[in-house]
């Protein structure tokens, strides 16, 4: 079966920089994908990787190495409100191009003062 | 554009009944996706409907269901509700022209079975 394993939480403080790693246990792949969520609010998408390397996006970066199964988004410059879960993703590559994806079970961070 | 928005917001059933949960997602967007999230299983998927065919299954009991109608709008049905069953339901739109792992959810339905 497909699985992705990350932390299951991650504590900083503001200003910081903290890594979330994940890695994942697929028959195929086509590329490793981040969300957040906020307590009780909905999954956003925050970046997508689909070849090896850093993907920066603003205080946000995700890396990916396909060779190791192995990724991880990367939060700079910590904020109050980066206070969220993080979940890491694949296309599941039984389901062919479509949307099915599966999610790690998510690492919460708290960033502190 | 308007995002994913999700009816109702919150839900409190008795075991055995059954439930609804509606899905309209962005404009342009013909693919919905159904999960749901729990503490314990944390995000599962439930099923995937583009052009009104389900396209992907999730390993969840034939209770749920769902369906797509041709204006994209998705419903989700839970029939015989369980205690189990309590969880935040979560609809996902996704592009076609683009990545499949870019999906845009709306803000869920909590259902709470007592």
């Known amino acids: 079966g497909q699985s992705l394993e990350q932390p299951s939480e991650v504590t900083a403080v503001e200003g910081a920089i903290v890594q979330i790693n994940c890695t994942y246990q697929t028959s195929g792949f086509y590329g490793l994908s981040w969300y957040q969520q906020h307590d009780g609010g909905a999954p956003t998408f925050l970046s997508y990787n689909a070849l090896d390397g850093l993907e920066e996006t603003g205080r946000f970066s995700s890396f990916l190495s396909r060779s190791d199964s192995y990724g991880y988004l990367l939060l700079q410059e910590l904020q109050m409100k980066d206070s969220a879960s993080y979940f890491c993703?694949?296309?599941?590559?039984?389901?062919?191009?479509?949307?099915?994806?599966?999610f790690g079970q998510g690492t919460t961070l708290q960033v502190k003062p | 554009k308007a995002g994913v928005t999700q009816t109702p917001r919150y839900l409190i059933k008795t075991r055995g009944q059954q439930v609804t949960l509606s899905c309209s997602p962005i404009s342009g967007h013909r693919s919905v996706s159904w999960y749901q999230q729990t503490p314990g299983q944390g995000l599962q998927f439930l099923f995937e409907y583009f052009s009104e065919t389900q396209r992907n299954k999730g390993n969840f009991p034939g209770r749920f269901s769902g369906r797509q109608f041709s204006n994209s709008r998705s419903e989700m049905n839970v029939s015989t509700l369980e205690l189990g069953d309590s969880a935040l339901y979560l609809c996902?739109?996704?592009?076609?022209?683009?990545?499949?792992?870019?999906?845009?959810f709306g803000p869920g339905t909590r259902l709470l079975v007592l």
């Open positions: 996902a739109s996704t592009q076609e022209r683009g990545s499949r792992e870019t999906q845009y």
């Open positions: 993703a694949v296309r599941d590559p039984s389901s062919g191009n479509t949307g099915k994806l599966i």
